[in-house]
């Protein structure tokens, strides 16, 4: 059984950095691509990121609201996905969910999800 | 980016009845959609990949349908257990991008 544990959240002031980590198991996760979604409070679903497999050379895609803010790395000999977030605004406040993909013969779904860790941007 | 649109954003249904989710694509997507399950505190569940292949160990009960620009998620015989938010999202473009919910009540 696939288990995904994310930690790292918290408070942390406006401008400031934080780092996630998604701690995998029950999988060969360096075969894998993860994702990274949020959800603020009380809103919807917001994709925000996703790591690609060795084989395809650690790649990474990240949508435009934390282009060049948030930074998406792995170590596999870890099992671990990892979110680096800086410059931090209030708007980042929400919950992070990693989640694993499912590899079919011409796509990757959403398969597994963490149980999401809490970050809260605030002075 | 490609915008997703479903609706309603909320209903109210009996035990039993059948209901109907739809989300639209504000450009064609093909078959790139898939659909998720959130219960209230809950992380998402995944329900639906490539618009109507059902992952595995979800109930029959849940369906999925459509492509290029409509879809739709069918839930045939509604059961308490089953009152939750759930979302559409395509996979198409980058960035992917999520519907903004429908929230599924007993009436």
């Known amino acids: 059984e696939v288990h995904l544990v994310e930690s790292g959240g918290g408070l942390v002031q406006p401008g400031g950095s934080l780092r996630l980590s998604c701690a995998a198991s029950?999988?060969?996760?360096?075969?894998?691509?993860m994702d990274w979604v949020r959800q603020a409070p009380g809103k919807g679903l917001e994709w925000i990121g996703r790591s690609r497999n060795k084989a395809n050379s650690y790649t990474t895609e990240y949508a435009a609201s934390v282009k060049g803010r948030f930074a998406i790395s792995r170590d596999d000999s870890k099992t671990s996905l990892y979110l680096q977030m800086n410059s931090l605004k209030t708007e980042d406040t929400a919950v992070y969910y990693c989640?694993?993909?499912?590899?079919?013969?011409?796509?990757?779904?959403?398969?597994?999800w963490g149980q999401g860790t809490l970050v809260t941007v605030s002075s | 980016d490609i915008q997703m649109t479903q609706s309603p954003s909320s209903l109210s249904a009996s035990v039993g009845d059948r209901v109907t989710i739809t989300c639209r694509a504000s450009q064609g997507i093909s078959s790139s959609l898939a659909w998720f399950q959130q219960k209230p505190g809950k992380a998402p569940k995944s329900l639906i990949y490539a618009a109507s292949s059902l992952r595995g160990g979800v109930p029959s009960k849940f369906s999925g349908s459509g492509s290029g620009t409509e879809f739709t998620l069918t839930i045939s015989s509604l059961q308490p257990e089953d009152v939750a938010t759930y979302y559409c999202?395509?996979?198409?473009?980058?960035?992917?991008?999520f519907g903004g919910g429908t929230k599924v009540e007993i009436k």
């Open positions: 029950g999988l060969a996760f360096s075969d894998h691509y």
């Open positions: 999202q395509q996979h198409k473009t980058y960035p992917l991008t």
């Open positions: 989640v694993r993909l499912y590899r079919t013969s011409d796509d990757y779904w959403p398969d597994d």
